[in-house]
């Protein structure tokens, strides 16, 4: 089945899949960039083993986000510590 100027219905998956990928990696990033990297130092050093252990699982969840069964169309973020 041909789509487009030598578009396979193969190929459109493929490129609704890369665009998937992207705007998910991209996602991850932002929320690894802004919630997670941006806790400073000192205020890391402030938390309890609790609070430090649920930064780190949410990172490690985030970072894991590629190997969930509906990746990258159903992805479950996960919750922030703190629930925010």
Avoid at 24 to 41: S, T
């Amino acid at each position: 089945m041909n789509i487009g100027p030598g578009l396979t219905k193969a190929d459109v998956e493929q490129i609704e899949y890369d665009k998937a990928v992207t705007v998910a990696l991209a996602e991850r990033e932002r929320i690894l960039r802004e919630e997670i990297d941006a806790i400073n130092a000192l205020r890391y050093e402030e938390m309890d083993n609790t609070e430090k252990k649920a930064w780190k699982d949410y990172r490690k969840h985030l970072l894991d986000i590629t190997k969930q069964a509906g990746y990258p169309f159903e992805i479950d973020w996960g919750i922030k510590p703190g629930g925010e």
